[in-house]
């Protein structure tokens, strides 16, 4: 199976602020990349598909980038409705694999 | 609007059965594949299963290989998980969610499965 390891696990940003967050695969998975964000009580949202595509009604604010196995998502001027957890997927091979998450946290 | 409302989570007793049940509206279901995608308390998103648009192929995490079986029918907008031999560590909740590509762009609200005696 395909590991999919993010960092930080956890952040700490203040509105405003530009966060980014790693996710690392243990092999190519070219731009097989999505990510997603999560709140309590709320279902799961897609931000990011293909590594670098942003979803319909998702704020600009939100990017991705990266290929093979190194990714990137980047979200400037936080608000603070993204205070979440985010989520790594990878679709280039079954079993899909998430990473760990990593939860933004008000400063 | 795309919706995807799951049922079915209650608590149960190792070793049990429980039928899980994801009813869609909002878009052409039998073009859609869906997954099913846990999250146990404290831990991260594990996928569980999918199902192809017209119910052909499936395919199972590993955790769950042999104890789950994932169905539907385009019919009734509905796929279903028969959960069989429930462990502790089944314990999450699971979401119904439609796949587009190699993405998951729309998840339901999550329904909780909780095992324990």
């Known amino acids: 199976d395909i590991q999919m390891t993010q960092s930080p696990s956890f952040l700490s940003a203040s509105v405003g602020d530009r966060v980014t967050i790693t996710c690392r695969a243990s092999?190519?998975?070219?731009?097989?990349l999505n990510w997603y964000q999560h709140q309590p009580g709320k279902a799961p949202r897609l931000l990011i598909y293909?590594?670098?595509g942003l979803q319909s009604g998702v704020p600009s604010r939100f990017s991705g980038s990266g290929s093979g196995t190194d990714f990137t998502l980047t979200i400037t001027n936080l608000q603070p409705e993204d205070f979440a957890t985010y989520s790594c997927?990878?679709?280039?091979?079954?079993?899909?694999?998430f990473g760990q998450g990593t939860k933004v946290e008000i400063k | 609007e795309v919706q995807l409302v799951e049922s079915g989570g209650s608590l149960v007793q190792p070793g049990g059965s429980l039928r899980l049940s994801c009813e869609a509206s909002g878009f052409t279901f039998s073009s859609h594949s869906i997954n099913w995608v846990r999250q146990a308390p404290g831990k991260g998103l594990e996928w569980v299963s999918y199902i192809s648009a017209n119910g052909n192929i499936m395919f199972y995490g590993d955790s769950v290989k042999g104890r789950f079986t994932i169905s539907r029918d385009n019919a009734k907008n509905s796929v279903y998980l028969q959960m069989n031999s429930l462990r502790a560590e089944d314990t999450a909740v699971y979401y119904c969610a439609r796949v587009n590509n190699i993405a998951i762009d729309f998840w339901g609200q999550g329904t909780l499965v909780t095992v324990s005696s």
């Open positions: 997927q990878q679709g280039y091979t079954t079993p899909w694999t």
């Open positions: 293909v590594a670098s």
């Open positions: 092999q190519n998975i070219i731009n097989h």
